[in-house]
């Protein structure tokens, strides 16, 4: 088979990898009863946890073995990662060298912004992986060792696991109401947060930020995407903590009974989770409605793009916001910090946020037509596998088999983004040779 565009090896490895986890995870060995699992809460789980999501319809921590949750976690390292980035360190290790195919399938994956770029790229991206879900699990064992009296073993395999799960923005943990017990325990949520941003900041940017510190990056500006990512991402942030920690301060279910530091620690907890980690330390299901559509809205943009958030991405908010602004002042070119503006780079991101739009919608309506439960669970649950975030009312394992596949798609479209999905399934790209005569018609 003759394979066109690079983002069709993309899909492929990712849909490979699936395949894989699903075998694995059908095995007896894999289920703390040791029984064979059926297909589908096997394949919902592999989605799941190769496209870094979380959501799930079986109780991860007393469902599956050991075997069950090591399959699980090595398939959210690989989403986490990228199938195409972990090829390519492959393909360096053995020949020393990357092939021109295999530059353009990491370029597409690791977003390098050029083929020079995609060796150096790929080897910071697993040093950088690996240090931080070190740094994290240290922190986390030693908390789940000497706070909780956990034996160092199952203390050891508790702050490995919540890092990883962290760093790549997954969401899956070991405890069957997610980190609520440790809710109000900075010692467990900091470093938890620390993760999630890191890795939802995006490859690019947190290398870019590395680089500074050192002699050859001092005195260089920040390139563009790295000042809207920063920009637009620590604005998100600050608005969704303080929106969640205002709008549930009197909620009884939610913050209300809890101390003013505690409030505040949760809130910024909360406001995190929706750049699509999928934690969460309070019960959803018990959330306001101002704060469900908050978090909506949050899960839809979601993190740093070639990082391990999904979304439609900050810098796509950002970039859609300055189109925005420049045509209502009325200018013919849209100016970006100092920065002019491509028009290429304008009808991406428009069309990556109508794709987006599209897609949460179909799947929204799917599942209403499925099932009886409200808009607001149905349009939550949505935006939460579209964007990878894995926050759920509670609905998932009660939605049916149909429905639960509508899911399964939106998180492998989420995973993979709107237009790598549509390029790896284009067969032959089809350049315009002429140009037809302009007619302008009436907008609004």
Not at 211 to 218: I, L, M, S
Not at 319 to 341: K, M, Q, W, Y
Request: aromatic fraction near 8%.
């Amino acid at each position: 088979m003759k394979w066109r565009h690079p983002g069709q090896l993309v899909v492929a490895g990712f849909a490979g990898v699936t395949v894989l986890g699903t075998v694995l995870l059908m095995l007896p060995v894999a289920s703390a009863e040791g029984q064979s699992t059926g297909v589908v809460p096997a394949l919902f789980t592999a989605i799941s946890a190769v496209c870094v999501t979380g959501l799930i319809v079986v109780d991860t921590p007393t469902y599956w073995s050991g075997f069950g949750e090591g399959v699980i976690l090595g398939l959210i390292q690989i989403g986490g990662l990228g199938v195409m980035t972990l090829a390519s360190v492959l393909a360096m290790l053995v020949a020393r060298r990357l092939g021109l195919r295999m530059q353009l399938s990491a370029q597409a994956e690791t977003k390098a912004l050029g083929l020079g770029d995609v060796r150096q790229v790929v080897g910071g991206v697993i040093r950088l992986s690996l240090a931080v879900e070190a740094v994290i699990a240290v922190l986390l064992a030693l908390r789940f060792g000497l706070g909780y009296d956990e034996p160092f073993g199952r203390a050891v395999y508790l702050g490995v696991f919540h890092s990883i799960s962290a760093y790549n923005n997954a969401g899956f943990a070991l405890y069957s109401d997610s980190l609520i017990g440790f809710a109000t325990d900075p010692f467990i949520c900091v470093p938890i947060i620390a993760g999630i941003i890191i890795g939802g900041l995006g490859f690019p940017v947190v290398l870019e930020l590395l680089r500074r510190r050192r002699r050859e990056g001092r005195g260089r500006p920040w390139s563009l995407h790295t000042r809207i990512t920063l920009a637009t991402y620590g604005g998100l942030l600050v608005i969704g903590a303080a929106t969640v920690t205002v709008t549930e301060w009197r909620n009884p279910a939610t913050l209300g009974a809890m101390d003013l530091h505690h409030k505040l620690l949760v809130g910024l907890f909360h406001g995190v989770m929706p750049r699509t980690a999928g934690f969460n330390s309070l019960d959803v299901a018990q959330l306001e409605p101002t704060t469900l559509l908050l978090n909506d809205v949050l899960m839809f943009i979601g993190g740093g793009s070639a990082g391990t958030a999904g979304g439609i991405k900050v810098t796509t908010f950002a970039l859609l916001a300055f189109v925005i602004l420049a045509e209502i002042r009325g200018e013919p070119t849209v100016h970006v910090l100092n920065r002019r503006l491509p028009g290429q780079v304008q009808r991406q991101a428009l069309t990556v946020a109508l794709l987006g739009v599209g897609t949460v919608m179909a799947g929204t309506f799917a599942l209403l037509a499925m099932t009886s439960f409200k808009l607001d669970d149905v349009l939550f649950e949505t935006i939460s596998a579209f964007g990878t975030v894995g926050m759920s009312t509670g609905i998932t394992a009660k939605i049916p088999v149909a429905g639960q596949f509508v899911l399964m798609a939106l998180m492998f479209i989420g995973r993979l983004g709107p237009i790598t999905m549509a390029s790896a399934l284009a067969i032959r790209e089809r350049p315009r040779r002429y140009e037809l005569p302009e007619e302008r018609p009436v907008v609004g």
